[in-house]
């Protein structure tokens, strides 16, 4: 039977010419890296695609990270979206752009782009209540200020890592609140984070705030996010001035970047606010709605515990973005920004171990055994889908990771 096109692809397919999500891969035995756009299960060399047809894009596209393109704007996105659809589209291509696909099983993903500044908000409203009366039961789930700002901190960009790569299993000083000194040592409380990342491409200047109008100014597309967490090394190091040692380990992302225009029939309206916010924040008016209908499913060792709808998070990614700059802080290309964890209202909705496991004390009944937070050979998995034109799914690929035992025991 005669190979199969990497073109003709089944009816429906998740990763059909209505997605296409931006990579970089190399070959084996070839260390260069390149910009690829993945067809259902192929990647296309972009750069070499864009060569063979004589595009004006060639020079963005040859290149070894995303960034060069992210740098481009908006309109530059759109174009370059528009000539890679006809590649792969239009048949008068077909002959020129066959032989340039590579099957994904044949080449290596790598980060697709130089993360720049990283940070992590904490906008769902389920998550945050959860996480308030696990930590602070004696205090009312959310904080005053919760729905007056998206709550964020500046994270560790240079962990960012991308989907695949094994995670470490930090150590550091944990003290459980009957132990009268803290200790140091391997977390015994790995967690996950379910969250969808936020990847810039236009800057900003120094000074200036990015209105919410501007989100797709300077937001180029978004990505899986898992923000592995140490929940024992956390309550002890991060009063008064935010996560450290317990979130800077890894973070690891999706190796897909799916561009906000794929991504035009998943926008959906937010939920209910019950607090009016400060005109910066206030999306009442916007023409677009802020949301997006992410359906997430988390698996660990290939079972599913969890599946986080994103279309319930309380606050959007255009509110994080306006928030972040609000005080003049510029955008570079590169920054990446997570939405926080995705919990949604029921508890198989809960994006993090300590919420599904309640912090332990209800362990997860899984095939490979009793778990409350990740012993060393775990495997977390995270896939998501949106809905796309026609009733078609854009699938956001996978960010998967698993846990290595610790290095420093000191
Ligand atoms: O409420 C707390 O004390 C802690 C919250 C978190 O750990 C959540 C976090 O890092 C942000 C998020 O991913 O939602
Ligand atoms: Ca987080
Ligand atoms: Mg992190």
């Known amino acids: ?12 397919d998740p ?9 970089v891969f190399s070959l084996p035995g070839d260390d260069r890296r390149r910009v690829g756009v993945r067809l259902g299960s192929h990647v296309l060399d972009a750069g070499a ?40 589209t239009v048949p008068a291509h077909r002959e020129a752009v066959e032989p340039l696909f590579h099957a994904l099983p044949d080449v290596t993903l790598h980060l697709p782009f130089e993360v720049a ?6 906008a769902s409203e389920n998550h945050a209540t959860n996480l308030g009366k696990l930590f602070r039961p004696d205090s009312p789930g959310l904080l005053p200020n919760w729905k007056h700002l998206p709550v964020g901190y500046h994270g560790r960009s240079g962990t960012v890592v991308v989907s695949g790569t094994d995670v470490v299993r930090p150590c ?11 200790s140091f040592g391997p977390s015994a409380k790995l967690d996950i984070e379910a969250e969808v990342g936020f990847v810039v491409g236009a800057p900003s200047a120094l000074g200036t705030a990015v209105p919410l109008s501007s989100f797709r100014d300077h937001v180029f597309g978004l990505c899986l996010l898992n923000d592995w967490s140490a929940r024992d090394i956390q309550p002890w190091e991060y009063v008064p001035l935010g996560p450290f040692i317990a979130k800077s380990f890894a973070t690891s992302v999706s190796a897909w970047i ?93 994006g993090s171990l300590i919420e599904l496991t309640w912090n332990g004390t209800e362990p997860l009944e899984l095939p490979t055994g009793k778990r409350t937070f990740l012993e060393d050979g775990d495997e977390v998995t995270m896939t998501a889908w949106a809905p796309g034109p026609d009733g078609v799914r854009v699938g956001l690929g996978e960010v998967t990771g698993r846990i290595g035992p610790a290095r420093t025991t000191t």
């Open 1 to 12: 039977m005669p190979e199969q096109s990497p073109l003709d692809l089944p009816e429906g």
């Open 15 to 23: 990763f059909g010419p209505h997605n296409l999500p931006y990579g």
């Open 49 to 88: 695609a864009a060569h063979a047809l004589g595009s004006p894009y060639a020079s963005l596209l040859a290149q070894p990270t995303l960034n060069p393109l992210l740098a481009g704007g908006r309109q530059t996105w759109s174009d370059v979206r528009r000539a890679l659809t006809a590649w792969v």
């Open 117 to 122: 500044d990283y940070v992590d908000f904490y």
């Open 172 to 182: 550091g000083q944990r003290k459980a609140p009957s132990a009268t000194e803290p």
């Open 258 to 350: 799916t561009p906000l225009e794929a991504l035009d029939a998943a926008r959906v309206a937010p939920p209910a606010r019950d607090v009016q916010v400060l005109p910066y924040l206030d999306d009442s008016d916007e023409d677009e709605p802020g949301g997006f209908d992410l359906h997430i499913t988390v698996a660990l060792n290939g079972e599913v515990v969890s599946e986080p709808p994103f279309a319930g998070m309380y606050w959007t990614a255009a509110q994080m973005l306006s928030h972040m700059t609000v005080g003049g802080a510029t955008l570079r290309t590169g920054d990446l920004y997570g939405s926080g964890t995705v919990s949604g209202t029921e508890p198989h909705q809960r």
